[in-house]
C-alpha cells in the first residue's frame, strides 16, 4: 500500500489561512453600509505663523501666503531650460507653476513690536493664495495696531502691498515706516506711471501704500542701526535701494535677506542667474554672491522671504557654489 503524504503547513501559513478564513465569512455577515463615527473633512490647515527667539527678541514668521510666479524658465531667462527643469525635476517641484512663500517677520524686542515686509495685500497679481498677513497676525495673537514699525527691504508690491486696506484705512495705523531713499523715491515716482513693462503698476501700488505714511516715514543708512538690534545693510540690485537686514540680540544673529535670492534650489546652485524682476539683474547676481560668502563664512543663519514656510536655514559653500540647509522648526 501507498502511504499517503500529509501536507506540512507550517505556523505561518495556518495562521493566513484562518485570517483569510475569517475575512471572507466576515464579508457574508458584515455590511458596513455606515460609519457609526463618520467625521466632516474639514477643510482647515495650520494657522500660517512659526515662533522662535533670536537671543532675547521673540520672533515671529508670518506668512502672507503663496505667489504664483509662472514657470521658472520665464523668471530666469538667460538660465538654461533644460538645467532649471533638472533641478526643479530633482527637488520634486514642478516647473510650472513657480510657487514662492512670503515670509513676513515680526521682532518683539521688549521695547517695541516690528514687522518687515507686509506682503502682497489684497490684489491678486500673482493668483490668490496671497494677501492672508492679517488673517495670520490674528492666527498668532498679533494686532496690526500694536505694530510699532514696519520695516521694508524694498518697495516691490508682494513686500509692501499689505500696507493700505482697499478702503484707503491703514492695515497699521500707529506704524512708523523705515525704507531706503532710493526705493521710496524710484518707486513712487510719478513719471514713472507711464513707464513700459511692470513698472506702472508697481509704481501705482506703491504709491497708494507707501504715500500715506510719508508723514512717518524714515530712510535707512548702509551699515547704521535702523532700530535697537536692526542694522540695515545695502544690497541693490533687485531694486535701487534694496535692504538686507542683521538682526542682533546676545549671542544670536539672524539675517533677513529679503529678495536677494529668490528659489531656494535654483540660485543657490546657480547665484550668477539673473531673475526677471530685478531691476539690475548683473548688480543683482554680484550682491547676491557678496552675501552668500558673508553668511557662510560668518556662520550666519538667514531668514529666506520666498523659501518654504518658516524660510530659516543656513548657506554653505558647496564646491564653487552654495547650498541652503533648512532648520527644522521646534514646536516646544
Known sequence: ??????????????????????????????????????????????????????????????????????????????????????IMKNEFLPVQPMMLEQNCLVINTGDRLVLFD???????????????????????????????????????????????????????PNAQVHISQADFDFWTDEAKLQADGFVPKFVAGARKNLLPY???MHFVKDGKEVLAGVTALHTPGHTVGHT???????????????DVVHHYALLFQNPQWEFAFDSDPKVAAQTRLKLFDMASTDQMPMIGYHFPFPGL????????????????????
Open 313 to 332: 536655514g543656513h548657506i554653505r559653500r558647496e564646491g564653487t557654489a552654495f547650498d541652503y540647509v533648512a532648520i527644522p522648526m521646534q514646536h516646544s
Open 214 to 216: 510719508r508723514d512717518r
Open 118 to 172: 507686509s506682503g502682497m495685500g489684497a490684489d491678486q497679481l500673482f493668483g490668490t493664495q496671497a494677501g492672508r498677513i492679517l488673517k495670520n497676525l490674528a492666527a498668532a495673537g498679533i494686532n496690526p495696531a500694536d505694530i510699532d514699525d514696519i520695516v521694508l527691504t524694498h518697495a516691490h508690491c508682494d513686500h509692501c502691498w499689505g500696507m493700505v486696506a482697499d478702503d484707503n484705512s491703514l492695515n497699521f
Open 1 to 86: 500500500m501507498t502511504k499517503l503524504m500529509t501536507p506540512y503547513i507550517n505556523r505561518r501559513h495556518l495562521l493566513v489561512a484562518m485570517g483569510a478564513g475569517a475575512f471572507a465569512a466576515g464579508l457574508e455577515t458584515f455590511n458596513p453600509v455606515t460609519a457609526f463615527a463618520k467625521a466632516p473633512k474639514l477643510g482647515v490647515f495650520v494657522p500660517g505663523w512659526y515662533r522662535f527667539n533670536i537671543g532675547d527678541i521673540e520672533a515671529t514668521i508670518i506668512s502672507d501666503g503663496l505667489l504664483d510666479l509662472g514657470s521658472a524658465t520665464d523668471q530666469f531667462p538667460a538660465a538654461p531650460a533644460d538645467e532649471i527643469t533638472q
Open 244 to 258: 538686507s537686514y542683521v538682526i542682533s540680540s546676545g549671542n544670536s544673529t539672524f539675517l533677513n535677506v529679503g
